[in-house]
Structure formats: structure tokens, C-alpha cells
């Protein structure tokens, strides 16, 4: 499958961005999707995921409540809601698929099979 990651862009501290992507391939609806941000010199960080199926939702805890996750099956997409953006939001923000993952296992990077290319999101204070 290939991701196709877009929205991103220069916004104020306050303002609001949606992100989406993309799915090509296989049934979209047999993923568990997810989005991840790296900032600049850190890590690759969980920030949201949605399972396949159930439908159940995660958020790390700094976006919880600022941050909402959907799909849209019939779409193939996958969208990232930002409200409230923070300074520290800033990153590159990658969405990613995956087809075998447990709940245990929804913040870990390295469960998903699939990645796109990324969006910026940059935030000013």
C-alpha cells in the first residue's frame, strides 16, 4: 500500500490544520492507521491511531483533547484534526498502516507496515 500524506503548512499558535491521506493498494479498511510526528533532532512520536475494525481510538497525551483521528473508508483516507496548535506541535507529521496490531503495541512505530512521506506542520508563537 502507498500513503499519501498532505495539509500540512505554517500556522499560528491557536490556529487549526486537518491533515489526510492517502491509501492506495489493498482494502483500506484492513488497516490499523496511524500518525507519528518527528521534530527536528528527537525521536519518531506517536500522536494518534485508529484500529481497524473496531474502530477504537489513541492519542498520545500531549494532543489529547486538541487532537481527533477519523477515517473515512469509502475514501481510503485518513485524516489528523489539530486544534488548539502549540509551538512545540511543530514537526513533520507521517501517517502509517499496519495490518497486525494490538492494542499493546498502537504507540510503537515499528508495528506499522507502511509509511508516507510526511507533512510539516510548523507552528509559530
Known amino acids: 500500500v502507498q500513503l499519501q500524506a498532505s495539509g500540512g503548512g505554517l500556522v499560528q499558535a491557536g490556529d487549526s490544520l486537518r491533515l489526510s491521506c492517502v491509501a492506495s493498494?489493498?482494502?483500506?479498511?484492513?488497516?490499523?492507521m496511524g500518525w507519528f510526528r518527528q521534530a527536528p533532532g528527537k525521536e519518531r512520536a506517536f500522536v494518534a491511531a485508529?484500529?481497524?475494525?473496531?474502530?477504537?481510538?489513541y492519542y498520545a497525551d500531549s494532543v489529547k483533547g486538541r487532537f481527533t483521528i477519523s477515517r473515512d473508508n469509502a475514501k481510503n483516507t485518513v485524516y489528523l484534526q489539530m486544534n488548539s496548535l502549540k509551538p512545540e506541535d511543530t514537526a513533520n507529521y507521517y501517517c502509517?498502516?499496519?495490518?497486525?496490531?494490538?492494542?499493546?503495541?498502537?504507540?510503537?512505530?515499528?508495528?506499522?507496515?507502511?509509511w508516507g512521506q510526511g507533512t510539516l506542520v510548523t507552528v509559530s508563537s
Open positions: 493498494g489493498r482494502t483500506f479498511s484492513s488497516y490499523t
Open positions: 502509517a498502516a499496519g495490518t497486525a496490531i494490538i492494542t499493546s503495541t498502537i504507540r510503537n512505530p515499528q508495528g506499522y507496515n507502511y
Open positions: 485508529e484500529r481497524r475494525g473496531v474502530g477504537s481510538t
